[in-house]
């Protein structure tokens, strides 16, 4: 691995094509589960019971997203935030990233109207990430 100094300025932050493969994969295979979730709960009102291996697929995929994501901080997000670069959709990746995780949590622990809300809360951060993601990836590759 060369040293950040001898990289041109666009290369600086950048992430590696395995890591940007796996983060693209996990992301759409979690939206996926997710929505195929959604769809068959919320609207077909199938019993959760019904979906147990769709609940299982969602979890591991979620999980690997958030080994991935935590990957990511540790380079490309530190570097790439002192750079300045990208930085107002990357907020809205992380801050949708962190609801996220505060739905998860909600969704396990919370009863009632906590685990109600935690559900609607979960799909709106799901929505924002993805969408954020992809606008990120998109002007980050115009810049």
Not at 31 to 37: D, E, F, I, P, Y
Not at 47 to 59: C, F, K, N
Not at 89 to 94: D, E, K, P, R, T
Not at 120 to 128: D, I, R, T, V, Y
Request: charged residues 10%; glycine residues 10%.
């Amino acid at each position: 691995m060369q040293p950040l100094t001898s990289l041109p300025r666009a290369h600086i932050g950048k992430m590696h094509s395995w890591h940007r493969s796996l983060s693209l994969l996990s992301i759409v295979f979690t939206v996926g589960t997710g929505v195929t979730w959604f769809i068959a709960e919320d609207l077909l009102a199938l019993d959760i019971t019904e979906l147990g291996l769709w609940v299982v697929l969602h979890g591991i995929c979620g999980h690997f997203f958030l080994i991935i994501l935590g990957m990511a901080l540790y380079h490309h997000v530190q570097i790439s935030w002192k750079m300045k670069k990208n930085r107002q959709l990357g907020a809205v990746v992380m801050v949708s990233a962190g609801l996220l995780i505060l739905s998860i949590l909600a969704l396990y622990y919370g009863r009632g109207i906590v685990h109600e809300q935690a559900h609607w809360l979960h799909l709106l951060a799901g929505s924002m990430f993805f969408i954020g993601f992809f606008m990120h990836l998109y002007c980050g590759k115009k810049q």
